[in-house]
């Protein structure tokens, strides 16, 4: 469901405004695999940006910002309510018509940081997402072919206009030299290999250094030579004009 912003009164002559923010509840009910796990999601975004959803196992709202629960509210038993009825709904269709598994649509996959890398500074790396189909998947990161377990945080699945889908992965690291990171998906794989290379400055090689000491050297030589025939030209040429007759 997506809701534009207000419209003035329209009349046989009126034009609509063009819609500047869009606001939408997304929902869905499924089977998550062949095991008839189910799964559920109910959210709201503005602008395809989320601003809550509501976690349906612990029954609470999850705000994607906290500040955003200090400045209005959302009750749970709306959101449980419309997940019940999605259930009792996908339960009658699958009694009525046959078993297909929907087509997985393969992702596309980004990972980026969120700052440059440099050695022993903590960052995070960011796993994108997009164009998916059906809304279940799982991102699992390794750091030199072994699973992380801890730090890694996501977003719900986001809807896309396509009807397709959208996910964020966050995990915290500190680079080091030689590291190796993977987000290999499932249920598609794609090996997302990350080696950090470190912003580090390169030393200068002592002969570097060497030379740049005698170049140094020699223009300062050179510049008190240049100097010393300037003054002498300078005394020469003013004695030449100035001459002094006998006392």
């Keep these: 469901m997506s809701l534009a912003?207000?419209?003035?009164?329209?009349?046989?002559?009126?034009?609509?405004?063009?819609?500047?923010?869009?606001?939408?509840q997304a929902e869905f009910y499924q089977h998550k695999d062949r095991s008839q796990q189910v799964s559920g999601e109910f959210m709201f975004e503005l602008d395809q940006?989320?601003?809550?959803?509501?976690?349906?196992?612990?029954?609470?709202?999850?705000?994607?910002?906290?500040?955003?629960?200090?400045?209005?509210?959302?009750?749970?038993q709306g959101a449980l309510g419309s997940a019940a009825v999605g259930k009792a709904n996908l339960e009658s269709l699958i009694?009525?018509?046959?078993?297909?598994?929907?087509?997985?649509?393969?992702?596309?996959?980004?990972?980026?940081?969120?700052?440059?890398?440099?050695?022993?500074?903590?960052?995070?790396?960011?796993c994108f997402v997009d164009k998916f189909f059906p809304p279940a998947l799982?991102?699992?990161?390794?750091?030199?072919?072994?699973?992380v377990t801890k730090g890694i945080s996501e977003t719900d699945?986001?809807?896309?206009?396509?009807?397709?889908?959208?996910?964020?992965s966050y995990l915290p690291f500190l680079p080091s030299q030689g590291d190796f990171y993977d987000s290999p998906l499932t249920p598609c794989p794609v090996p997302l290999p990350l080696s950090p290379e470190a912003q580090v400055p390169n030393p200068i090689p002592e002969t570097t250094e060497t030379l740049v000491c005698a170049l140094g050297l020699a223009v300062g030589i050179i510049g008190i030579i240049a100097g010393t025939i300037l003054i002498i030209k300078g005394m020469k040429?003013?004695?030449?004009r100035n001459p002094r007759g006998p006392l």
């Design 95 to 126: 009694r009525s018509f046959n078993h297909t598994r929907a087509q997985n649509e393969p992702p596309e996959v980004t990972v980026f940081p969120e700052d440059p890398v440099e050695l022993g500074e903590p960052n995070v790396l960011i």
């Design 5 to 24: 912003g207000e419209f003035p009164g329209v009349g046989a002559d009126a034009c609509l405004p063009a819609v500047e923010h869009v606001i939408s």
């Design 157 to 168: 699945f986001y809807p896309r206009q396509d009807n397709s889908f959208r996910k964020f």
């Design 138 to 147: 799982s991102v699992t990161w390794l750091k030199n072919g072994q699973e």
């Design 49 to 76: 940006d989320e601003i809550f959803y509501v976690d349906l196992e612990r029954k609470e709202t999850v705000w994607r910002l906290p500040d955003f629960g200090k400045f209005t509210s959302f009750e749970e």
């Design 237 to 240: 040429m003013n004695a030449a």
